[in-house]
């Protein structure tokens, strides 16, 4: 038997390797990525002058033919509160009756923030397919009654003995990417297939939990879990949010990452299918970004269950995103032409763009399924249709090469 000679290595070399060997493992892994667009729902919301349904709808339309497989497409909120949303129910009875043509299988999202909203949601889902011939809903394929791995409660922030993690993959691996879709890789093309799912939301900050809802953290779960419950009874995919993740208009940009974490299990306990996890004032960093993804693996939160939703107010959205990428979060919400705003968060740009998201990710190897050009020729025409700036830059810029 031949004997083998063990080699010194130098403990600085050893980590070089080490650093190295993570960091092209990253990059293989990070192969697939399943962007959400928001454009209709959280792009529009903050719009001042009313959008026409029929614009809407067009926008869905393009969108659906870029290859994107998850849009926000309206939410069924008090009138009072989000005007620009009013016609929801249109535009649901619309995708239900004519699909919009698309190459591969669509989840269409629609936001509920209360029980009401969500009967609302069901009653125009019913009502359109009973005109086409069906009785229910259309809903994700998945069964929406296998929640994800439920993880353990975050422990107190004077606890240094974090929780083991609830993942079982290596967190740079690719999780399942599927919302009602298969997976973008090998997935098989379908003109018209379509399913439905809702969100609900919860904030980070009892200041912007009183503003946006007029209730505590703690009374908004409560709120959330009849309309779990009702969803799942329907076989409805059911999306969380934390708003105010990484700062509140209110009470500043010192967010406690391990209230964010709490929220969050407590969304994916009670049934939530994921949960995106939102900077809606846009003063996230990348330090505060990776602090916070720490605090929700370390409370047991897998990365597959888990979005980020990043707003551009500071131009660290993409930063923030790449950071996300490196600890394993697969799925990201953006909006066409950089839209949205919010009406609680005085100063807040819009989403970052998703054509400068799906650029940045595709130069770093990963898959979308999205068609970049294409994504670029909506952002243009939808900034024009609305009278305001186009900011994406990477559309601006594709268009422009394009004309030379």
Not at 28 to 45: K, N, S, T, W, Y
Not at 99 to 120: T, W
Request: charged residues 20%; glycine residues 8%.
């Amino acid at each position: 038997m031949s004997s083998f000679k063990a080699v010194h290595v130098p403990k600085r070399l050893g980590q070089q390797l080490c650093h190295r060997m993570f960091a092209t493992s990253t990059r293989r892994l990070a192969d697939e990525v399943r962007i959400v667009e928001v454009g209709p729902r959280d792009g529009l919301q903050n719009e001042k002058n009313t959008v026409p349904l029929r614009t809407k709808i067009e926008l869905i339309q393009r969108l659906a033919k870029t290859g994107i497989r998850d849009i926000e497409a309206g939410s069924f909120v008090a009138p009072k509160w989000v005007p620009q949303m009013a016609n929801s129910a249109e535009v649901l009875n619309h995708i239900l009756g004519h699909p919009p043509p698309a190459p591969y299988s669509i989840a269409y999202n629609f936001l509920v923030p209360n029980l009401k909203g969500l009967e609302n949601f069901i009653r125009a889902s019913g009502e359109a397919n009973n005109k086409s011939g069906d009785n229910a809903p259309i809903t994700s394929p998945e069964d929406p009654n296998e929640p994800p791995t439920p993880p353990p409660s975050p422990k107190p922030e004077e606890e240094e003995v974090p929780a083991s993690n609830t993942s079982t993959q290596d967190p740079n691996e690719m999780p399942s990417t599927t919302s009602g879709v298969d997976s973008p890789l090998g997935q098989k093309k379908a003109s018209s297939s379509l399913s439905t799912e809702i969100s609900l939301f919860a904030a980070a900050t009892e200041a912007f939990s009183k503003a946006n809802t007029n209730c505590s953290i703690a009374e908004s779960l409560e709120r959330c879990k009849p309309i779990v419950a009702l969803a799942k009874s329907h076989n409805i995919r059911v999306r969380g949010y934390v708003s105010v993740a990484l700062g509140c208009p209110y009470e500043g940009p010192d967010v406690s990452p391990s209230k964010v974490a709490d929220i969050t299990a407590t969304l994916l306990e009670m049934g939530a299918d994921e949960v995106s996890v939102a900077d809606t004032t846009g003063m996230g960093t990348a330090p505060r970004t990776q602090e916070l993804l720490k605090a929700l693996s370390a409370a047991g939160i897998a990365s597959k269950d888990l979005a980020l939703h990043f707003h551009d107010t500071y131009g660290q959205a993409l930063v923030n995103a790449v950071v996300g990428l490196e600890h394993g979060i697969r799925i990201f919400d953006s909006a066409v032409g950089g839209l949205g705003g919010c009406p609680y968060s005085k100063g807040a740009t819009g989403n970052v763009a998703t054509e400068d998201l799906v650029y940045c990710l595709h130069s770093l190897g990963a898959k979308t399924g999205v068609n970049v050009e294409k994504m670029a020729e909506i952002g243009s025409w939808i900034t024009k249709e609305l009278g305001r700036a186009n900011d994406s830059r990477a559309g601006k810029a594709l268009l422009a090469s394009k004309s030379l």
